[in-house]
T-cell receptor, first 116, second 114 residues
Framework: EDKVVQSPLSLVVHEGDTVTLNCSYE??????LLWYKQEKKAPTFLFML????IEKKSGRLSSILDKKELFSILNITATQTGDSAVYLC????????????????FGSGTQLTVLP | DTGVSQDPRHKITKRGQNVTFRCDPI?????LYWYRQTLGQGPEFLTY????????KSRLLSDRFSAERPKGSFSTLEIQRTEQGDSAMYLC????????????FGPGTRLTVL
């Protein structure tokens, strides 16, 4: 059974703090891991990770994947109130190794609240 | 605007009625996905298309749900005999190809079944 678990479920910090969000997974035929940010609308894409140990970075956000231990982290440094959102982790996997049935399973998200 | 669009954005209906939602993907994307999201949960996969072929359907998709993508462009999701438990945000996403997995989401259709 495919499973994506995010922690913590919610987090409240003050502006300027650094946060680390966690995502662990158990899926068959892993292909990639995606991070999304969701405010009061549809998710917007942040990162796609396919290789272990290679950090992806965009401004104050960065992410890394560990395919041996089956997890990823998303770091946000110098948080701002505009970072307040639900951060979703999603894993692309295949039911069959032939590649014909690729699926995306989401975790339940981490609700981040950044206070001024 | 070349993003994913969905119509309507909101739908309120009475239990037992049929509803249909439309999704227009990014024009060169050949994969199209439908998800359902309820409050406090991540999106749940419902079904996906590669061009006009429906390749995968979730166990969540009961026989009251049907999706089509007749010309490999826009897609429709129909729910027949709606139930209160169908109330949710229905999200559509598209991606370029098998090798480019990143999915781009539309704004969603929020369904409320009274």
């Amino acid at each position: 059974e495919d499973k994506v678990v995010q922690s913590p479920l919610s987090l409240v910090v003050h502006e300027g703090d650094t946060v680390t969000l966690n995502c662990s997974y158990e899926v068959t035929n892993f292909r990639s891991l995606l991070w999304y940010k969701q405010e009061k609308k549809a998710p917007t894409f942040l990162f796609m990770l396919t290789s272990s140990g290679i950090e992806k970075k965009s401004g104050r956000l960065s992410s890394i994947l560990d395919k041996k231990e089956l997890f990823s982290i998303l770091n946000i440094t110098a948080t701002q109130t505009g970072d307040s959102a639900v951060y979703l982790c999603a894993v692309v996997w295949e039911r069959f190794s032939s590649g014909s049935a690729r699926q995306l399973t989401f975790g339940s998200g981490t609700q981040l609240t950044v206070l001024p | 605007d070349t993003g994913v669009s969905q119509d309507p954005r909101h739908k309120i209906t009475k239990r037992g009625q049929n509803v249909t939602f439309r999704c227009d993907p990014i024009s060169e994307h050949n994969r199209l996905y439908w998800y359902r999201q309820t409050l406090g949960q991540g999106p749940e996969f419902l079904t996906y298309f590669q061009n006009e072929a429906q390749l995968e359907k979730s166990r969540l998709l009961s026989d009251r749900f049907s999706a089509e993508r007749p010309k490999g462009s826009f897609s429709t999701l129909e729910i027949q005999r709606t139930e209160q438990g169908d109330s949710a945000m229905y999200l559509c996403a598209s991606s370029l190809s098998v090798r480019k997995d990143t999915q781009y989401f539309g704004p969603g259709t929020r369904l409320t079944v009274l």
